[in-house]
């Protein structure tokens, strides 16, 4: 089993920052994929930003050029650096990560986060 853990959701007030983190643990032998997802109340969940074992990485264009996913390989670690928050980013916020166990079957998996919630405030 994988267990991730996210922080950093919070309030913030239109025009603000927030940083996402989620740290990923257990039966992991590697992870390929990395992403953001959200979900604001009454819509579907929808991704955010994804990031490739090698960094490449792609944006749903309403977030391009204000939010920017990294990851560290070494500490199995995703964040997300969001800037020039908008009222409409308010969701709640999951991190997502594709990985291959280290014990067999390898059978590559996704896992969910819990969910963090981000408010930005008009």
């Known amino acids: 089993q994988v267990q991730l853990v996210e922080s950093g959701g919070g309030l913030v007030q239109a025009g603000g920052s927030l940083r996402l983190s989620c740290a990923a643990s257990g039966n992991i032998f590697s992870i390929d994929a990395m992403a953001w997802y959200r979900q604001a109340t009454g819509k579907q969940r929808e991704l955010v930003a994804i990031?490739?074992?090698?960094?490449?990485?792609n944006y749903a264009d309403s977030v391009k050029g204000r939010f920017t996913i990294s990851r560290d390989n070494a500490k199995n670690t995703v964040s997300l650096q969001m800037n020039s928050l908008k009222p409409e980013d308010t969701a709640v916020y999951y991190c997502?990560?594709?990985?291959?166990?280290?014990?067999?079957?390898?059978?590559?998996?996704?896992?969910w986060g819990q969910g963090t919630q981000v408010t930005v405030s008009s």
């Open positions: 997502m990560v594709d990985s291959v166990p280290r014990t067999w079957p390898r059978v590559r998996n996704n896992y």
């Open positions: 990031i490739s074992s090698g960094g490449s990485t």
